[in-house]
């Protein structure tokens, strides 16, 4: 088991960046591919990026490809998702998400959630 805690959402103006950071507890997380989601309001949540548990294999949503990029520390228990040319569309909560099985794009492959946080993108 896994437990995820999400960190460095805020305010920002179109074309700004932001770094999310997500730290995990949990002596297995090394084992657990991991991913970024994010939902906004009246909307179902998507998907943003995935990252393999060695770190070498990342995936990104067309939507955010070129702009988002997403790493992991597996010694500090970290993942991180970095947002460049940032845009009012990608106003959302954004959730960390831990799976024990491989990279997925869909929610139902993760196993475990973070609370999220907010990331807002004034124009």
């Known amino acids: 088991q896994v437990q995820l805690v999400e960190s460095g959402g805020g305010l920002v103006q179109a074309g700004g960046s932001l770094r999310l950071s997500c730290s995990a507890s949990?002596?297995?997380?090394?084992?657990?591919?991991m991913g970024w989601f994010r939902q906004a309001p009246g909307k179902e949540r998507e998907f943003v990026a995935a990252?393999?548990?060695?770190?070498?294999?990342?995936v990104c949503a067309d939507s955010v490809k070129g702009r988002f990029t997403m790493s992991r520390d597996n010694v500090k228990k970290t993942v991180h998702l970095q947002m460049n040319s940032l845009k009012p569309e990608d106003t959302a909560v954004y959730y960390c998400?831990?799976?024990?099985?491989?990279?997925?794009?869909?929610?139902?492959?993760?196993?475990?959630w973070g609370q999220g946080t907010q990331v807002t993108v004034s124009s």
């Open positions: 949990g002596r297995t997380f090394s084992t657990y591919t």
């Open positions: 990252i393999s548990w060695s770190g070498g294999s990342t």
């Open positions: 998400a831990a799976s024990v099985r491989l990279m997925s794009t869909s929610s139902l492959g993760y196993d475990y």
